[in-house]
Structures are given as structure tokens and as C-alpha cells.
């Protein structure tokens, strides 16, 4: 047996976790600080389980889950209880995908397992729908606000009989 398959899970851990706080929020485009927070909310693991006063140290599957983590909070604009209500029931379908992977799951638990799985997506979607429309939501105000905009200049123009300048072309979704 070589000194690899000696180690238990916490040397090897160790040996993988070779980043330090700072690198890691480099890598990540964030602040140690947030990086602290998000641990000690519970959006990242390992803030107990590191002994106090000691430098953090991270692996690059921490650093990938650093990335997503503020990936979705980015894309989604979620509350960072949302933001947790997603990551759980993510980590939740991981650990159903492992158990499906096992040959020896016999078809019935494979179906609970499914059912289990597809609650899971059904929180997911459940927050995901609701920002996209809220999105909708605004970008239907915008778009009325817009015509609006629109629709007073052209009074002014007609008013002033066509004695100001053209209006200068916008781009597509144009920023008025």
C-alpha cells in the first residue's frame, strides 16, 4: 500500500486544500470577507470544521463552488436564503445522482430515488421562475415607459413642427 491509500479522508483533504483564503478570492473575484460570510451562513462548507486561529486552506472543488455559488447569486439576483434553498436541493439531486449510479439499487428505490430528484428540480425551477418574472415584470414597465418616452417626444415634435433635431438612432435594446 503506497502512502495515498494510507491517508484517511481528513490527510487527504489536507493535501488537496493547498489555497489560501486570499488566493481563493482572487481565483474567484471576490473578498476573503465574503468568502468568511458565505461559510458562516452556510452557503460554503468548512468554516467548523477548520481549528480556530488557523490559515483556511481550500481546494479547487472549494473554489468551484465558490464560482457557482456566486455564479447563481450574479445570474439569478437571489436572496442568499434562496441562494442556500437552491444550493441544498442541488447538493441534494449530487447525492441522489451517486445513489443511481450504484448497480444495486433495486428498481423501486430507483423510482423513490427519481421522485426525490424531480422535488429537487421542482424547488429549483420554483425560485428560477419566479426572478425570471420578476424580470418580466420590469422589463415589461421599461418597455411601456419607453413608448411613453417615445410617444411624448414625437407630441413635442409635432408641437414644435418638426424644428428639432432627429432623434439619433438607438441600438438594438437601446438603453432609453
Same mark, same amino acid.
Request: aromatic residues 2%; without cysteine; glycine residues 8%.
Given at each position: 500500500?503506497?502512502?495515498?491509500?494510507? #491517508?484517511?479522508?481528513?490527510?487527504?483533504?489536507?493535501?488537496?486544500?493547498?489555497?489560501?483564503? +486570499?488566493?481563493?478570492a482572487?481565483?474567484?473575484?471576490?473578498?476573503?470577507?465574503?468568502? *468568511?460570510?458565505?461559510?458562516?451562513?452556510?452557503?460554503?462548507? +468548512?468554516?467548523?470544521? *477548520?481549528?480556530?486561529?488557523?490559515h *483556511?486552506?481550500?481546494?479547487? +472543488?472549494?473554489?468551484?463552488?465558490?464560482?457557482?455559488?456566486?455564479?447563481?447569486? #450574479?445570474l439569478?439576483?437571489?436572496?442568499?436564503?434562496?441562494?442556500?434553498?437552491?444550493?441544498?436541493a442541488?447538493?441534494?439531486?449530487?447525492?441522489?445522482?451517486?445513489?443511481?449510479?450504484?448497480?444495486?439499487?433495486?428498481?423501486?428505490?430507483?423510482?423513490?430515488?427519481?421522485?426525490?430528484?424531480?422535488?429537487?428540480? #421542482?424547488?429549483?425551477?420554483?425560485?428560477?421562475?419566479?426572478?425570471? +418574472?420578476?424580470?418580466?415584470?420590469?422589463?415589461?414597465?421599461?418597455?411601456?415607459?419607453?413608448?411613453?418616452?417615445? *410617444?411624448?417626444?414625437?407630441?413635442?415634435?409635432?408641437?414644435?413642427?418638426?424644428?428639432?433635431?432627429?432623434?439619433?438612432?438607438?441600438?438594438?435594446?437601446?438603453?432609453?
Amino acid at each position: 500500500m503506497d502512502a495515498k491509500q494510507q #491517508d484517511g479522508p481528513t490527510e487527504q483533504a489536507s493535501r488537496d486544500a493547498t489555497l489560501r483564503i +486570499g488566493e481563493v478570492a482572487k481565483l474567484a473575484g471576490t473578498t476573503p470577507r465574503t468568502i *468568511r460570510y458565505y461559510e458562516e451562513i452556510g452557503l460554503l462548507p +468548512g468554516a467548523a470544521e *477548520r481549528p480556530s486561529g488557523q490559515h *483556511r486552506l481550500y481546494s479547487q +472543488g472549494e473554489v468551484d463552488r465558490l464560482r457557482e455559488v456566486m455564479r447563481l447569486k #450574479d445570474l439569478l439576483g437571489l436572496t442568499l436564503e434562496n441562494l442556500r434553498t437552491l444550493l441544498a436541493a442541488e447538493e441534494a439531486r449530487a447525492e441522489v445522482r451517486a445513489q443511481l449510479k450504484r448497480e444495486d439499487v433495486p428498481p423501486q428505490r430507483r423510482r423513490e430515488l427519481l421522485g426525490e430528484a424531480l422535488g429537487h428540480l #421542482d424547488r429549483q425551477l420554483e425560485l428560477v421562475e419566479h426572478r425570471a +418574472g420578476e424580470l418580466q415584470r420590469l422589463r415589461e414597465e421599461l418597455l411601456d415607459t419607453r413608448k411613453r418616452v417615445k *410617444r411624448r417626444i414625437r407630441e413635442i415634435d409635432a408641437q414644435a413642427g418638426g424644428s428639432f433635431a432627429p432623434e439619433p438612432p438607438v441600438a438594438a435594446g437601446g438603453s432609453s
